[in-house]
């Protein structure tokens, strides 16, 4: 069974924070299981859609993928999204619509949706 972890954007710190999503009164945190000694929340807050959750598979670098990750497939040299789309992870296509994520160790991690808006294939930056 995959572990199952969140990563989210802290805009205040500029950092990427990984572990548990908590959403309380409007306001989105990751924050890992224990928090650091002087931290408060807003250490932990992070942008709502910078939020995804790992999808338990590894590039083939052992880079971890999470959905909102950006995959650079090595056999087309096309870049798709990961997105979750119940019950499993899938890539997004332009043309196709979904693709299954299968045999993850043909991508690479190219950056995230959120960062790196408009290297998409269609896509209008």
Known sequence: MRPVMFRGYNKKNGKWLYGSYILNR????????????????????VDADSVGQFTGLQDCDGVDIYEGDLLLSCEIAEVFE????????????????????????????????????????????
């Open 26 to 45: 409007g306001h989105h945190f990751v924050a890992p299981d224990e928090f650091a000694d002087g931290k408060t929340w807003e250490d932990y807050e």
């Open 82 to 125: 990961v997105i979750f789309d119940a019950p499993r992870f899938c890539l997004k296509d332009n043309d196709f619509g979904f693709r299954f994520l299968n045999r993850p160790e043909n991508f690479i991690v190219e950056g995230t949706a959120y960062q790196d808006k408009g290297i998409l294939k269609g896509d209008k930056a």
